[in-house]
């Protein structure tokens, strides 16, 4: 299965400001996803990222709030914009490798905003 | 709209004996079924599987058993150990469309006493 580099492992961030996160694949991937789990919740799905085209964002997620790059098969990055408290959060990043059961994920970028 | 529940936050096992993590689904087009497993500062790591077509499915010391009538599938291991010890996710997907993303329940967390 494919192995995922996600970082930053860990921010505490200022209300406003914007992180971006990175991931990394060892291989080439056509779909990678990004997911988000609030505290007690469970993992959301934030969009689809296909490269070279824009990303596919489900309900509830826009593209100025969480705007997504994929310049390549190898790489993604995720954007939290003009954050705050609440968006706290676990964000995972995750690559399709041999149909529905190959889902890898990264090690996940526990985000805090204060 | 929870479609993938899992309604005990929390479970603990004498080390040897079973641990039965249950999961509840409500889409009907739900075709494969998932359990993943994370530790702290980890991603969720792929467990097993079970496609609609099987009711059970076994790997080692972890079987899977689907009851589709009742929208119910469980996670066995037998015996526990206390490197069991981590949040289980239950995840399902269908075949086309908006059912192919995984949708993840809240998540178990097992732990396994020595």
């Known amino acids: 299965s494919a192995v995922i580099s996600q970082k930053p492992s860990r921010d505490i961030c200022q209300r406003g400001t914007s992180l971006t996160i990175q991931c990394q694949v060892d291989s080439q991937v056509t779909m990678m996803f990004w997911y988000r789990q609030q505290p007690g919740q469970s993992l959301t799905l934030i969009a689809t990222a296909n490269q070279g085209s824009e990303a596919t964002y489900e309900s509830g997620f826009v593209i100025d709030k969480f705007p997504i790059s994929r310049p390549n098969l190898t790489f993604s990055t995720l954007t939290v914009s003009n954050m705050s408290p609440e968006d706290s959060s676990i964000y995972l990043c995750s690559v399709n490798g041999r149909g529905h059961y190959g889902y890898t994920f990264g090690s996940g970028t526990r985000l805090t905003v204060v | ?114």
């Open chain 2, 1 to 114: 709209d929870q479609q993938v529940k899992q309604n005990s936050p929390s479970l603990s096992v004498q080390e040897g004996r079973i641990s039965i993590l249950n999961c509840d689904y409500t889409n009907s087009m739900f075709d494969y079924f998932l359990w993943y497993k994370k530790y702290p500062a980890e991603g969720p790591t792929f467990l097993i599987s079970i496609s609609s077509i099987k009711d059970k499915n076994e790997d080692g010391r972890f079987t899977v058993f689907l009851n589709k009538s009742a929208k119910h599938l469980s996670l066995h291991i037998v015996p526990s150990q206390p490197g069991d010890s981590a949040v289980y996710f239950c995840a399902a997907s269908g075949i086309t469309g908006a059912n192919s993303k995984l949708t993840f329940g809240k998540g178990i967390t097992l732990s396994v006493r020595p």
